[in-house]
């Protein structure tokens, strides 16, 4: 006999293919932000809201903005990987107060894991070198690693 399922395992597959089924796989955005960007991101920005593509991110000040803008595209590319497909087309920040997390999510499994190489490493860190802030290139580094660690060398 087959062992009983949990009920939000079913619920998305109950409402596969209409309106309330793509919510629920947008609603992963929120559970996979903190894992996907990082803790130094996701101290400073939070996901705010999500509608046809574009996600906003609710950003605590006009620094971490400015360099949030700058990283958009890794951030995108690192939060669409951690959900496994192609949800975020865009983001776009706004000046807010991001919303606390109230109980942490489980971390999503990994994919794909490897080690990066010396180069790899010193390249990242040579990239970062130009961001003047300490938490702000930490945030960028961090980021940076965790996408390279999850692509393949022939990506």
């Not at 509608?51 to 690192?78: D, I």
């Not at 000046?95 to 109230?102: E, Q």
Request: glycine share 4%.
């Amino acid at each position: 006999m087959k062992s009983p399922s949990e009920l939000s395992s079913l619920l998305p597959t109950l409402f596969t293919g209409n309106p309330l089924g793509r919510r629920f796989k947008e609603s992963a955005i929120w559970r996979v932000w903190d894992h996907a960007v990082g803790e130094p991101i996701a101290s400073k920005a939070r996901p705010a809201a999500f509608r046809e593509g574009v996600l906003t991110v609710s950003v605590t000040s006009a620094p971490w903005m400015q360099q949030l803008g700058f990283l958009k595209k890794q951030l995108m590319e690192a939060v669409n990987k951690a959900l496994g497909e192609e949800l975020i087309t865009e983001i776009y920040l706004k000046a807010g107060r991001p919303s606390p997390v109230t109980t942490p999510p489980p971390a999503p499994p990994r994919r794909f894991h490897r080690q990066l190489t010396p180069e790899e490493i010193t390249r990242v860190e040579q990239e970062a070198s130009i961001i003047p802030d300490d938490e702000l290139r930490a945030a960028f580094i961090h980021c940076h690693i965790s996408w390279l660690s999850s692509t393949s060398l022939a990506d």
